[in-house]
């Protein structure tokens, strides 16, 4: 099992940047695929990008309405998944959440993601 918490988020200004942290406990974080979601208010969860577990290169897939601006990472030592943002934009706004799910696939898919963070919320202002 594995606990995850997001921070990083806040208010920003449209064109602005910022990183999101998910820290995970547990000694196995590199034997999981990682995940970020965002949920905006009356919307379902949505895809933002994932990475694949390790080695000597990542695997990394994203949502067409961020692909160029987003970028994912992680640091396997560190226990720490990453969202750097840039280029924000109001659509940006949501509750941004990381996730793990065991396996190899990269997946897309919310539900086959076995363990969630409490998410942090980012805001983009006009």
């Known amino acids: 099992q594995v606990e995850l918490v997001e921070s990083g988020g806040g208010l920003v200004q449209a064109g602005d940047s910022l990183r999101l942290s998910c820290a995970a406990s547990g000694r196995t974080f590199s034997s999981y695929v990682m995940g970020w979601f965002r949920q905006a208010p009356g919307k379902e969860r949505e895809f933002v990008s994932a990475?694949?577990?390790?080695?000597?290169?990542?695997?990394?897939r994203y949502a067409d309405s961020v692909k160029g601006r987003f970028t994912i990472s992680r640091d396997n030592a560190r226990n720490t998944l990453y969202l750097q943002m840039n280029s924000l934009k109001p659509e940006d706004t949501a509750v941004y959440y990381c996730?793990?799910?065991?396996?190899?696939?990269?997946?897309?898919?919310?539900?086959?993601?076995?363990?969630w963070g409490q998410g942090t919320q980012v805001t983009i202002s006009s």
């Open positions: 990475i694949s577990r390790g080695g000597i290169s990542y695997n990394t």
């Open positions: 996730a793990a799910r065991q396996g190899f696939v990269v997946s897309d898919q919310v539900g086959v993601y076995d363990y």
